[in-house]
């Protein structure tokens, strides 16, 4: 998956969180476009386990397989998201779907030296909502039982919090790209 060899900033991956609906793809797209880095995400490395077993891919089966990964061995199941996406040590990366605060600390220690920067997309529930409702038909009724699945209820609870950089998910992409690489670009040795 990683196509990008360079090491131009070789000590840096960023990594996004957000409740469902908060922008986190297209976001972590349009980051990974601009700064020319490679991009992965735990929803498609999720998905790829799931075709492996042979399970159905709703959203419910997803976060019931990734929080059974994470709770059983986090760490491998972190290994195996590195080794999905072809990442080495020095080369930069973008993440897209981090969930779970045992995922966010165990990445860190696996990728050391390398620094894992952490992005919450934060947005109105109300924002949230219409997103929802209008791009999966299944969540419209249901995004209230998905939002109480363990995987979710962590993203707003803990990521939120010990994220190192928010942004408003309500606000135009680029706008929050560009203030994603400003915060960056104030990092020691980043960009």
Request: glycine content about 8%; proline content about 2%; aromatic content about 6%.
């Amino acid at each position: 998956m990683i196509k990008n060899k360079r090491r131009g900033a070789d000590s840096i991956v960023v990594g996004f969180a957000g409740k469902i609906g908060s922008g986190k793809s297209t976001l972590s797209s349009e980051l990974a476009k601009r700064i020319n880095w490679d991009r992965v995400s735990f929803g498609n490395y999720v998905r790829s386990l799931a075709e492996k077993r042979g399970l159905r891919q709703t959203r419910e089966i997803l976060q019931q397989l990734g929080a059974q990964m994470v709770n059983d061995d986090c760490e491998s199941f972190c290994r195996g998201f590195l080794a999905y996406a072809g990442w080495k040590a020095g080369l930069p990366l973008v993440i897209d779907g981090i969930r779970h605060e045992r995922v966010l600390s165990t990445l860190r220690d696996l990728m050391k030296p390398a620094r894992l920067w952490l992005v919450f997309i934060d947005v109105d529930e109300n924002v949230l909502k219409q997103r929802r409702s209008s791009r999966d038909s299944a969540l419209k009724s249901d995004y209230i039982e998905v939002e109480k699945h363990s995987t979710e209820v962590e993203v707003d609870a803990i990521l939120k919090g010990v994220a190192d950089f928010q942004v408003d998910g309500r606000e135009p992409v680029q706008a929050n790209v560009d203030r994603i690489l400003d915060w960056l670009r104030q990092l020691p040795a980043v960009l």
